[in-house]
Nanobody, 120 residues
Framework: QVQLVESGGGLVQPGRSLRLSCAAS????????MGWYRQAPGKQRELVAS???????NYADSLEGRFTISRDNAKNTVSLQMNSLKPEDTAVYYCNARKRLFDGRLVDYWGQGTQVTVSS
């Protein structure tokens, strides 16, 4: 059974930092591209950052370099360091594991999400 369990969310003041973590089980972790997505109230889920099996990263343009994604294949974890947080970063953050199989099918797994609220 695949599980992606996020942790580290909470309430934080603007300008402060938070670190989200996602622990994966039930998958061959190093073979997956891992990502963080977020969904704010009334908005569509959007990609925040992703990291491939070889460590290549991709970030949403809107982040302006404030977030950093990393992975630890030995611990089956992916993290998101979020600095200089803004109220508009408020959302539920979801961990994602994705890979394309040899037959072309795309496999996607999602965590249940962790709330991040940026407010004074």
């Amino acid at each position: 059974q695949v599980q992606l369990v996020e942790s580290g969310g909470g309430l934080v003041q603007p300008g402060r930092s938070l670190r989200l973590s996602c622990a994966a089980s039930g998958i061959i972790f190093f073979t997956y591209t891992m990502g963080w997505y977020r969904q704010a109230p009334g908005k569509q889920r959007e990609l925040v950052a992703s990291i491939t099996r070889d460590g290549s990263t991709n970030y949403a343009d809107s982040l302006e370099g404030r977030f950093t994604i990393s992975r630890d294949n030995a611990k089956n974890t992916v993290s998101l360091q979020m600095n200089s947080l803004k109220p508009e970063d408020t959302a539920v953050y979801y961990c994602n594991a994705r890979k394309r199989l040899f037959d072309g099918r795309l496999v996607d797994y999602w965590g249940q999400g962790t709330q991040v609220t940026v407010s004074s």
